[in-house]
T-cell receptor
């Protein structure tokens, strides 16, 4: 079975440019997460969707960041305009939130390494 | 503030030895814990999880121990192999009710297995 798919795997862009990261969650999963990983701050949750609806975006750094999930099989994370401090690895993860509501394991994609110069 | 932290940032073992990676957590309300393995250039990979109503859980070559009294979590890897070399993260679920999806990750321990 295919895991979480992310594209592109690497992105190098200049400051001020728009960046769009893409994610396809595992089929059948109903929860999707965007994380950012840096050496200084580790893994940080940016936003969480459940059944395509954003539930918690408190981790989104600022208005330059936005995320959408138009359907159950696709999500985007957009940075506009990008800045050098946005350089990081961005991970998408998905999980199946059970009817009992308890937490379950999250499956991560391979990540997108973003470099903003 | 409350953090999930690791006692040892690096661990070096010989192939075939058993490895123990430790994790301390500070939120006594956390009720779900996961260990992830992250190899260079890859995303975190789920290894094993444990809920707070258990104190031990075993998988293939791995065992997770949970000591709620001292808020300590450990991952034991039996007969460590070179392929086990990676960064290992513990993560805790602190949320309750509507926020029970949130995982808070520790900073990770780098495990190096020497042949």
């Amino acid at each position: 079975d295919a895991g979480v798919i992310q594209s592109p795997r690497h992105e190098v862009t200049e400051m001020g440019q728009e960046v769009t990261l893409r994610c396809k969650p595992i089929s059948g999963h109903n929860s999707l997460f965007w994380y950012r990983q840096t050496m200084m701050r580790g893994l940080e949750l940016l936003i969480y969707f459940n059944n395509n609806v954003p539930i918690d975006d408190s981790g989104m750094p600022e208005d330059r960041f936005s995320a959408k999930m138009p359907n159950a099989s696709f999500s985007t994370l957009k940075i506009q305009p990008s800045e050098p401090r946005d350089s990081a690895v961005y991970f998408c993860a998905s999980s199946l939130k059970g009817s009992g509501g308890g937490p379950n394991e999250q499956y991560f994609g391979p990540g997108t390494r973003l470099t903003v110069t | 503030g409350e953090n999930v932290g690791l006692h040892l940032p690096t661990l070096s073992v010989q192939e075939g030895d058993n490895s123990i990676i430790n994790c301390a957590y500070s939120n006594s309300a956390s009720d779900y814990f996961i260990w992830y393995k992250q190899e260079s250039g890859k995303g975190p990979q789920f290894i094993i999880d444990i809920r707070s109503n258990m104190d031990k859980r075993q998988g293939q070559r791995v065992t997770v121990l949970l000591n709620k009294t001292v808020k300590h979590l450990s991952l034991q890897i039996a007969a460590t192999q070179p392929g086990d070399s990676a960064v290992y993260f513990c993560a805790e679920n602190r949320g309750s009710g509507g926020s029970n999806y949130k995982l808070t990750f520790g900073k990770g321990t780098l495990l190096t297995v020497n042949p």
